[in-house]
């Protein structure tokens, strides 16, 4: 309502400045000249005309084609979110919870950036990673969004993010990147197949390796791009954080927001679009974040050393971990040389691998180091 008091407003002062100066030439000297009418052409385009001429209007121009909004309509409600458009027949990456978050079997549709509505069918969808893929009907001159690469992104880059906040099509946003490999856990709407939830994590969740940001992120931005300074797509925004809640998609900006790296959400559509599923790599444990006296020991002694990890809470038997000699009570303490800091190290981790991978695992048991190998097996984790 503040906005649009402002506009009234605003357009009432300039009717009247314009009909002073109409009425009487001879007094046009006696208003300030910031105020008479523009007489350069390029002043006098219309609105939005003229070509911009900034480095992040320009890369927000360069975007703003391929990004859309995505409605999903089904028996719990209406949830609204964005897509990238990956292809002029209407392919659209988006996330997954905005294609289910208002049910099963939701009625999808695409509004477009002309304005224009159409209908939308899902190719397939990723609940591990909050990945999904849909197919506008009825296109074939959609403009495709150039796709970057996440691995040329350093902290202190600039970045857009740019969809459709609180439904506001088009929302161009700026900050800057503010951490890389971020690991964080998204709650899922729906339970996975197995309560060893693709091996790595006792919870039915997602779990990201992120791009962290600070440009405002607000609900709507789900499933939309986070764009670099060259106008490429590096990003899918995809949670924010909340300082009642953690991560969600539902509070408001508070300068803490995450994208998923567009080099795992390109090898994702891939997959999306060849099977409409995707199969993930696989280790088989289930996990808890260490405590400070399970850090040190593995055991739960009161030893520990203040370091990090996870402790396994169980393994499932026939599983890579099984096989490994990975134990119950054991503290994953490396994966390939990277620390684990918590569960969700270890699942991001496991999630950037391939099945028939073999990864390096350290654990820490009774006090001492041992450095296990484990053929990772697969998981397959999408439903249509």
């Avoid at 999903?72 to 990238?84: D, H």
């Avoid at 779990?207 to 797509?233: F, H, K, M, R, W």
């Avoid at 924010?240 to 390109?266: R, T, Y």
């Avoid at 296990?372 to 397959?380: C, D, E, I, S, V």
């Amino acid at each position: 309502m503040a906005l649009i008091g402002l506009a009234v407003v605003s357009g009432i002062v300039g009717a009247a400045i314009t009909r002073a100066v109409d009425d009487d030439n001879d007094r046009a000297g006696e208003v300030p000249e910031s105020l008479l009418p523009a007489t350069s052409p390029a002043a006098n385009d219309s609105p939005g005309q003229s070509a911009p001429d900034e480095p992040l209007s320009k890369a927000a121009a360069a975007v703003l084609p391929g990004v859309v909004s995505v409605t999903a309509e089904g028996r719990v409600g209406t949830g609204q979110g964005s897509g990238v458009v990956l292809s002029r027949d209407g392919l659209v990456l988006t996330n997954n919870h905005v294609v289910v978050g208002a049910g099963e079997g939701a009625d999808l549709s695409v509004t477009l950036p002309d304005g224009s509505t159409k209908g939308a069918e899902l190719v397939g969808r990723d609940p591990a990673t909050d990945l999904a893929v849909v197919r506008v009907d009825d296109v074939d001159d959609l403009t495709a969004a150039k796709l970057g690469s996440s691995s040329d992104l350093h902290v202190g880059d600039t970045v857009l993010a740019i969809g459709s906040p609180l439904g506001l099509d088009g929302s161009v946003s700026s900050g800057i990147v503010s951490a890389l490999d971020r690991a964080i856990t998204l709650g899922d709407p729906e339970p996975q197949q197995s309560p060893f939830d693709n091996g790595e994590s006792s919870s039915p969740v997602a779990v990201i390796d992120a791009i962290q940001t600070d440009a405002a992120i607000n609900p709507g931005n789900s499933g939309g791009a986070l764009a670099n300074a060259d106008g490429e797509v590096v990003g899918i925004n995809t949670a924010i954080a909340s300082l009642a809640q953690g991560f969600n998609g539902e509070s408001g900006n508070i300068g803490v927001g995450f994208a998923i790296p567009i080099d795992d959400a390109k090898g994702i559509a891939e997959q999306l679009i060849a099977d409409g599923e995707v199969e993930h790599a696989y280790l088989g444990v289930r996990l808890t974040d260490a405590t400070q006296s399970q850090q040190g020991s593995g055991s739960g002694d009161d030893d520990g050393d203040g370091g990090s990890g996870a402790v396994v809470a169980g393994v499932e038997a026939g599983s890579p971990a099984d096989d490994a000699g990975v134990e119950r009570g054991d503290v994953l303490v490396s994966i390939d040389d990277e620390t684990v800091r918590d569960a969700a190290t270890v699942t991001a981790a496991i999630r950037r691998h391939d099945p028939d991978d073999e990864v390096k695992i350290v654990v820490r048991r009774n006090g001492e180091e041992k450095t296990l190998t484990a053929k990772l097996g697969t998981f397959p984790t999408a439903t249509n």
